[in-house]
């Protein structure tokens, strides 16, 4: 490659780890340019699924503030640079590589912190942002749902003591005033009732 064409290549490198979310270095040794094409279609737009020179993605890295990956530069690379959730392309370079196990995952970089092979599997672990995104818009939604019931519950207490009255009267031929104090009795704690006796003696 003539040095203006290596020049290129490094400039276009370091402007996409600086433009990318994360970055996932891979080793696609092994894997056939149907594979390669049905992977950029399985990682989306949001990922740009690149094979690269090793000693120009070095020299791309460095000047991209990215260091992690000086010693994996090794063998046929690749790097998947990530634009849009980081969770959803490792959850799809993990499948591939599942699928396909000459894909190796050898290491990464999200937000500018380094990843191991295991930490990136487990960030395809994670739940990703649409489906957190859905579940916060839940919880939001059930929110109002949940204070309507707590400020419903004193009504809901206070009817069932009016119809536990309207059920007291007829049964017991009581005066209502007898009535009404026996069922508001019945529905209040023990320190009340205790309150509630002394008040009437106080009264007599």
């Known amino acids: 490659m003539a040095r203006p064409d ?7 490198l370091s402007d996409e780890f600086k433009s990318s979310n994360g970055a996932v270095l891979t080793e696609y040794r092994g894997l056939t340019v149907a594979q390669l094409r049905q992977l950029r279609t399985t990682l989306g737009d ?3 699924y690149a094979v690269v020179k090793n000693t120009l993605t070095k020299i791309a890295a460095k000047d991209a503030g990215v ?6 530069l090794q063998g046929p690379s690749a790097i998947a640079f990530i634009k849009g959730d980081p969770v959803v392309a490792a959850k799809g370079l993990r499948d591939f590589a599942k699928a ?9 970089v999200l937000d500018g912190k380094a990843l191991d092979s295991d930490e990136i599997n487990k960030l395809a672990d994670l739940e990703s942002r649409e489906v957190l995104l859905a579940k916060l818009a839940g ?3 059930a929110a109002p749902q949940q204070a309507v019931s707590l400020f419903a519950a004193p009504l809901s207490q206070a009817a ?8 007291k009267l007829p049964a017991d031929g009581a005066a209502p005033e007898a009535a009404a104090e026996e069922t508001v009795q019945d ?3 023990a320190p009340a009732e205790a309150s509630t006796e002394e008040t009437a003696s106080a009264e007599s």
Do not use: C, H, Y
């Not at 290596?6 to 276009?12: H, R």
């Not at 260091?67 to 994996?72: G, R």
């Not at 069932?160 to 059920?167: G, I, K, P, W, Y």
């Open 100 to 108: 396909n196990p000459m894909l190796v995952i050898k290491g990464g």
């Open 67 to 72: 260091e992690s990956f000086d010693s994996l």
């Open 160 to 167: 069932r003591l009016f119809a536990a009255l309207q059920e």
């Open 6 to 12: 290596k020049a290129a290549a490094v400039a276009e």
């Open 46 to 48: 949001d990922v740009n």
């Open 187 to 189: 529905t209040v704690d």
């Open 139 to 141: 919880a939001m939604k």
